[in-house]
């Protein structure tokens, strides 16, 4: 009897009860738990593992930078941000309208811990999602561009339900990298949301991109459905170094 349980659950691909059916059902007998309640726990353990597997995948598929929750974050270190918003943000509401996150402020106050937070977020509820700094992302383009690949690499960047695209600004996007990023963002727009993080104002746009009017036309739908965090601050990295001298 116990290999055809063990042969069925293989079947049925429920490797989760197969390994513990055994030790529940006796379990079970011992406390005259009731066959509706064993049957429950069997399932409520099958899922919970299933579950936990799903969003190891994701988390494997997101290439987060590191993994850092919203509780990590020091808000008092950054009275700009306003916590109510962001935690707001948690709910993932603003994945379900598509709208997008936008995160602007100088280097090192925690644009990125923010991003990968909500990521972090929106994965623990099961949506795929993806990280990648603006100067990979059009890197990764060009080189499909020089390979004939155009047409099929964007879905890396268009299928994810959450496309985090971060260090906008860092390094100017020369080559036609105004062009790749103008396709990633024209086909997520209405139908995914975004969190990118910046260290240029909108106006600088134009300059980092080599190109004002494809940086209008990024602009004019990155903002028409977005929520904007201007962030201010000292730099964590700074002033750890300074506290340390």
């Known amino acids: 009897m116990n290999h055809l349980i063990d042969e069925y659950c293989k079947a049925l691909h429920l490797p989760t009860i197969s390994k513990k059916w055994s030790s529940l059902a006796e379990q079970a007998s011992k406390n005259n738990v009731p066959y509706s309640s064993f049957l429950c726990s069997l399932l409520e353990v099958e899922l919970a593992e299933k579950q936990e597997r799903s969003m190891q995948t994701l988390l494997k598929l997101a290439r987060l930078p590191f993994r850092k929750t919203i509780d990590e974050f020091d808000f008092t270190a950054q009275p700009s941000v ?22 602007l402020g100088p280097p090192g106050i925690g644009k990125t811990h923010l991003a990968v937070s909500i990521g972090l977020q929106a ?21 499909a561009d020089q390979e004939n690949r155009l047409e099929q690499k964007p879905r890396t960047f268009v299928k994810p339900s959450l496309l985090i695209i971060d260090e906008m600004g860092y390094m100017r996007l020369n080559d036609s990298g105004a062009h790749y990023l103008f396709q990633v963002i024209s086909r997520r727009y209405e139908r995914g949301s975004l969190i990118l993080t910046s260290n240029k104002s909108f106006g600088e746009w134009g300059e980092i991109l080599g190109d004002t009017v494809i940086a209008s036309a990024i602009l004019d739908m990155l903002l028409h459905h977005s929520i904007i965090f201007n962030m201010e601050g000292e730099s964590y990295r700074l002033k750890e170094k300074r506290e340390k001298l």
């Open 82 to 103: 306003n916590e109510r918003r962001i935690r707001e943000c948690l709910n993932l509401s603003f994945m379900r309208q598509y709208e997008n996150l936008v995160f």
């Open 123 to 143: 994965i623990a509820a099961g949506y795929k999602t993806y990280f990648i700094s603006a100067h990979d992302l059009v890197t990764q383009l060009r080189k």
